[in-house]
């Protein structure tokens, strides 16, 4: 493969992104980036900072580029939320969301995740038309109140049969002042 085919595979199948968005990240035209993938430069001397460019805009070997030296994707010894998001083409709101969420003490995530997985897996099972599975947090509701019903019902029995026994209790002791 040749250097302006490396960059044709960047862009097209790792970045997935159209020469417009591309060379916008790059800060240069559609057409400069359809030149670099057609080898038809105008001013070849472009292609060195315009690869050194690429390079440290989208994390990427120039020993790749250049020669074909694997590995593509030079991974960062730290990572940046920052970074990662603006990558992502995320916004300033989309970021301070994702902060937020971290600065939540560990039980209320957990909260959340069960909460909104719990959404998700309900929209999938309609899409699905099969029974919506409950999640942990419901189940432990459902039992909560399964045994609260049977508490009740307990007392409701025994309440019942202690108002029958007294009503015995006052017919018996009834029958024996009659006689």
Known sequence: MEMHERIR??????????QTAFGERLGVSRDVIKNIELNALARPEQKLSLIKLICKE??????????????????????????FVRQHNGTELELEIMKAYFELEPDVRQNLIQHFSSIFAKSRNKDKDEPVKPTPLEEAE????????????????????TTVNTINSDNNAEKAANQ
Do not use: C, H
């Not at 459902?142 to 049969?161: C, D, F, G, P």
């Open 9 to 18: 595979y960047l862009r097209k199948e790792y970045l997935r992104l159209s």
């Open 58 to 83: 989208f994390s990427v070997s120039e020993e790749w580029i250049l020669n074909g030296v694997e590995p593509m994707i030079i991974e960062p010894d730290t990572f940046r939320l920052d970074d």
């Open 142 to 161: 459902a039992a909560y109140i399964k045994s609260r019903s049977k508490t009740a019902k307990k007392t409701e029995q025994y309440v019942s049969n």
